[in-house]
């Protein structure tokens, strides 16, 4: 085997040792867990019970939180007491007197001290408002929430639900855009052995074909394994996984097709062209269909994906290279079926 085609097989290797150590090692970054109560009333004294993760409330010095109502409306805990290192209890007096009319407002907890950094809970308390309060805002610009600690070193987001299973973004998610990518892959041969008649197109679309199938096997095992921890059921009836699973069964149906004729010609065009039928009809199940209807499943019917609070950069560092590395082993496996496939090839035609 020559150096130049060696060196991508070996990068192949090299960048998905990178993505399992690092995707497996890093830790995550602090979070809330859950905080309780849920509602309070203006006027009222709360003492919040915050279980958090990977946090350390009870050795940090300096614990600072507040409930903010808005982008400049917000109050100071009274008290912070450490129970243990993931536990708090963390006392606020609400005011009577609001900035806002509306009854029910969303408050989002922050937390923050020098070796955690700052962290949210989103929706943390809904204030329901009584006795028509006084409209003023003189209590609620008294938190500073200036000069908030960062937390050092490389760590992954916290994201309540997803917990620890966010590493599973590296290889549920990668999976599919290299199954994509190796789909394309076979498209080109596909179409290229129908223009040209070369057989040996024939056998590179079957090689990429293939390994893609597997590629989107292992895609809905690990999404079905993420599932039961997210949802708490290995499969629900969310239109994007029904909709991938019967693009899936459209690419198994291929492997049926291909072992229903002997004939090498006949074969090969019904082939090639149920490829082309195959990827045309995958667009709408996995990308248009979805995205017309609400679903659980990120990146479909309104739930963004990739981006802001789903895909920092911490995790682009391991996600891309992922994809990368899938790849190329992919390519690296369907290469190892084309040569065993123009071995057959030789032996048929010389038998």
Not at 262 to 271: F, I, Q, T, V
Request: hydrophobic share 45%; glycine share 6%.
């Amino acid at each position: 085997m020559t150096t130049k085609g060696l060196w991508w097989k070996v990068a192949g290797v090299i960048i998905f040792i990178f993505v399992l150590i690092g995707g497996l090692c890093v830790p995550l970054r602090p979070g809330v867990t859950s905080s309780q109560p849920a509602n309070a009333k203006n006027g009222d004294t709360l003492f919040m019970n915050v279980i958090g993760y990977n946090t350390h409330f009870s050795t940090a010095k300096n614990q600072r939180a507040w409930l903010k109502l808005d982008s400049i409306h917000a109050i100071a805990a009274k008290d912070f007491f450490g129970k243990n290192e993931n536990e708090a209890v963390i006392t606020f007096y609400i005011p009577k007197d609001l900035p806002t009319s509306e009854k029910v407002r969303p408050l989002t907890l922050i937390i923050d001290n020098e070796l955690d950094g700052a962290f949210v809970q989103p929706n943390a308390l809904f204030l329901t408002i009584e006795d028509n309060p006084t409209q003023s805002s003189s209590s609620w610009t008294q938190a500073d929430l200036t000069n908030l600690s960062k937390a050092s070193g490389l760590k992954f987001p916290y994201r309540n639900i997803l917990n620890e299973t966010i590493r599973n973004t590296f290889f549920h998610v990668a999976l599919w855009f290299a199954m994509f990518i190796l789909l394309i892959a076979g498209l080109y041969h596909a179409i290229m052995y129908l223009r040209t008649g070369d057989y040996d197109h024939d056998i590179q679309s079957a090689s990429f074909n293939r390994i893609a199938i597997l590629y989107g096997v292992l895609g809905l095992l690990t999404g079905s394994v993420w599932a039961k921890f997210t949802w708490n059921t290995f499969w629900t009836t969310d239109v994007k996984l029904n909709m991938t699973a019967i693009a899936m069964l459209i690419y198994l149906a291929y492997l049926v097709l291909r072992g229903s004729s002997a004939d090498h010609d006949r074969r090969a065009k019904l082939a090639a062209s149920y490829t082309i039928f195959a990827f045309i009809a995958l667009i709408p199940l996995v990308f248009v269909i979805p995205r017309m209807t609400d679903s659980l499943h990120p990146g479909n019917g309104g739930n963004p994906a990739l981006g802001g609070e789903d895909l920092d950069h911490t995790l682009r560092l391991f996600f891309y290279p992922s994809i990368i590395a899938l790849s190329l082993l992919g390519t690296w496996m369907a290469s190892l079926l084309i040569r065993y496939e123009r071995l057959k090839e030789k032996i048929f035609l010389k038998s």
